[in-house]
């Protein structure tokens, strides 16, 4: 029988007492302040770190994927025997760290299933952790696979940005949906596709209607049933509390975590963020 490790990338989010408790690999991205200062996301900058020096900064950040090597380094080092790879991975339409991971993979001997989550930040820090825990607890590859690709299919996510000013600048959103939200004051729910780009899921005026809408829509997908919670903001843990507490006061919540965006997904959506991911809990 094979035993599952799993490896992802700075991205997914995940706070660092559930990496080192259920044992997952992570493989860093880089934030790049202009051309001379280079930072390791999570490493040598944290997300309150990179949030201060972003509202202090005249440049906006860019950010950088790990390259192949970097992965075919960690797959070796992980390895052992009868060992299967489960390297899951942001939306490969977000950024080429899904495609440096599988070159990564073409280089080593032992069997690396690399996974494009189609998804950003704790919204696949979720499935993430959900397969860690399966593998820790004795599962094999077939009872990882066919869990991850559930998740895949009913793991949600919804979220609010405080400005559409990242999402414009670096291209996630076009330029006419920034203007519209600027001028009517409008805070888009936003949510991914399919393919796992950030698309508009419906204005609401207002934050606080927001929250509400984004609850109703948990509530109409999950109803009764048991699910895992994921709480994830930039620099907003106040509201994200609120939202979570009307979340588990209005849904079977049977587990729950809170995390920060980090450094590179923040460069995108800006301070101020706030999502949730929902998946339903696995059976007994």
Known sequence: MAHV??????????????????????VPLKVNFGENETYTDGETLTPSGFYEKLQKSDVMPTTSQPSPYDFETVYNRIAEKDTVIFSIHLSSRMSGTYQAATLGAEEVDTKVEVIDSKRASYAFGII??????LAKNGA????????????????????MVDTLEYLEKNGRIGKASALLGSLLKMKPILSLTEEGEVYPYEKVRGRKKAMARIVTELENTYGDQPIQLG?????AADSAETMA??????????SDVTA???????????PGTIAVTATPAPED
Do not use: Y
Not at 5 to 26: F, G, N, R, W, Y
Not at 150 to 156: K, N, P, R, W
Not at 231 to 235: E, L, V
Not at 260 to 270: P, T, Y
């Open 5 to 26: 490790k799993v490896v992802t990338d700075s991205t997914a989010d995940i706070p660092k007492d559930l990496l080192e408790a259920l044992d997952i690999t992570v």
């Open 128 to 133: 993430v952790t959900d397969i860690a825990r």
């Open 140 to 159: 094999d590859s077939d009872e990882c696979r066919k869990r991850l690709q559930q998740m895949l299919q009913e793991t949600t996510v919804f979220f």
């Open 231 to 235: 709480m994830f903001h930039a620099i």
């Open 245 to 254: 507490a009307d979340i588990r006061e209005k849904l079977n919540v049977v």
């Open 260 to 270: 920060e965006i980090g450094a590179v997904i923040g460069a995108h959506v800006g």
